[in-house]
């Protein structure tokens, strides 16, 4: 069993992984060139060839690609190697428009799930935990990559999939699962159903490593809490692969991104023009390993900060902030830019559960937000002018945090639909698109 904490990769010398992004980004961009027509045309049609790309000096002269492009080019249009070469696709969650589907070769599939095994081994797996995927599996990346992830660690692996929340607290109990693979949301969800039925001393859990959707430190509290675990984050795209392209280590703040096999840059997502470390913009980025999807500037449109201070674990790899938000499915609202972490924040600040549910309106031109969050169970025994004070408090926080009203209305306990997948909080009626 090969071991994946690889400090000669994980904890190489800036200067070796620049060395390594050189020669391979060199590479993918030929690749890239000869194989992909798609790709040619547009590198042509900014005038760049790959004798141009000498080093990531000159990454900013290649286009972006974007989802529409991969839309446009749907299903086999950016295919990088013959279907002969291809053993497997995986296909974003997406329910809009058509989806995206990505494609890889053996080799790529190797380099993904050793992606994903590093991130396990971050956590603390070894092979003797037991690792409990609950992230769906099929289409989406998520069981199939920590699935992976743990058979290369040599752990034992529980594929179960997402929902039926009592065989998945049943199987916890009676295996004695250490490590719980989920969105965030479902966590906090198993962690509530276990409290309920009083198991939680029967179990096992160390930590969890959780991810696919935005969650906040405060969350991240809650969900260590009441599982009495450490909580981990873990990033991807369906497009670069799936979960592991980042991921966080003991020190939780920020996750390590694979530099050997992806380049980020940080861009204003207004003009595209590369940002120094430490601004904030859309994370960008360009695969310089894979073979059948070879994707370069890809714009992920999620909004973050990058960082390549030391970080304790030892690792070097540069970290990258949880995301702050899409800049796509950052809402707007009465001109404000509003991220959903903001309102998530002050909820669980004033002792919220995260159940809550954001929706936007527009009537007669002017927008309104509404905020429907669950009251715990104290709560809801609480007189109505007691409610209706909490109703004011929220209002007034809510004001302080986004500097626009919204209404709240306090529902009982588990009137929000849950989640066994990524968590479906904003409904937005305006139709702006
Ligand atoms: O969500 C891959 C994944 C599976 C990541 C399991 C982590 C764990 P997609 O369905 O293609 O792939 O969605 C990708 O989800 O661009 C982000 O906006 C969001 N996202 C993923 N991880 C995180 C995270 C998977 N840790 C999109 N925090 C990305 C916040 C995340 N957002």
């Known amino acids: 069993m090969e071991n994946y904490f690889q400090p000669e990769i994980e904890c ?15 590479k993918a961009v030929r690749h890239a060139y000869e194989n992909v027509a798609y790709y040619r045309e547009k590198m042509q049609a900014k005038g760049v060839t790959p004798d141009d ?33 291809c053993v497997r696709i995986q296909s974003t969650s997406g329910t809009t428009g058509r989806r995206v589907i990505a494609f890889y070769t053996q ?6 799930e050793d992606c994903c095994a590093r991130a396990l081994v971050a956590v603390g797996a070894t092979r003797d935990d037991v690792v409990h995927v609950s992230y769906g599996y099929g289409l989406f990346t998520g069981g199939p990559g ?29 295996l004695g699962s250490t490590i719980l693979c989920c969105t965030p949301s479902y966590a906090a969800y198993l962690g509530e159903s276990i409290h309920e039925q009083g198991l939680q001393d029967k179990i096992r859990l160390k930590a969890g490593i959780f991810g696919a959707e935005a969650w906040t430190e405060e969350m991240r509290r809650d969900i260590e809490k009441s599982l009495g675990i450490k909580a981990y984050d873990i990033y991807g795209l369906t497009e670069i692969s799936g979960p592991g392209v980042s991921f966080e280590c003991s020190e939780q703040t920020g996750m390590h991104i694979n530099e050997d096999h992806f380049i980020a840059e940080i861009i204003n997502p207004e003009t595209g023009e590369v940002l120094p ?4 913009g859309e994370l960008v980025f360009s695969c310089i390993t894979k073979e059948a999807f070879p994707l370069l500037r890809y714009r992920t449109r999620d909004i973050c900060v990058l960082s390549s201070k030391p970080c304790s674990c030892g690792r070097t790899h540069i970290k990258m902030s949880k995301p702050m938000g899409r800049s796509d499915d950052m809402l707007i609202i009465k001109g404000v830019n509003v991220f959903p972490s903001q309102i998530e924040t002050v909820l669980i600040n004033k002792g919220y559960p995260a ?14 937000l509404d905020v429907q969050v669950e009251m715990t169970s104290e709560m809801f025994s609480d007189s109505m002018s007691q409610v209706t004070a909490r109703e004011k408090e929220l209002v007034d926080a809510l004001r ?3 500097g626009i009203h ?16 990524k968590a479906v909080r904003i409904i937005d009626n305006r139709k702006l698109h």
């Open 12 to 26: 190489a010398s800036r200067e070796q992984i620049r060395e390594w992004q050189n020669e391979r980004l060199r």
């Open 53 to 85: 790309i000498q080093s990531i000096d000159d990454l900013h002269k290649l286009p972006f690609l974007t989802k529409s492009d991969l839309r446009d080019a749907y299903p086999y249009g950016l295919m990088g190697m013959p279907l002969s070469d």
């Open 107 to 112: 080799h790529d599939l190797d380099l993904w």
């Open 146 to 174: 920590l699935n992976g992830g743990s058979h290369k660690v040599g752990s034992l692996t529980l594929p179960m999939s997402s929902g039926n929340t009592d065989r998945q607290i049943q199987f916890m109990c009676d």
């Open 277 to 280: 470390e430490g601004e904030k």
């Open 355 to 368: 159940n809550y549910q954001i929706v936007v309106n527009r009537v007669k031109n002017s927008d309104s």
């Open 400 to 402: 302080a945090m986004l």
């Open 406 to 421: 919204a209404n709240v209305k306090l529902v009982a306990p588990k009137t929000i639909a849950r989640s066994e997948g």
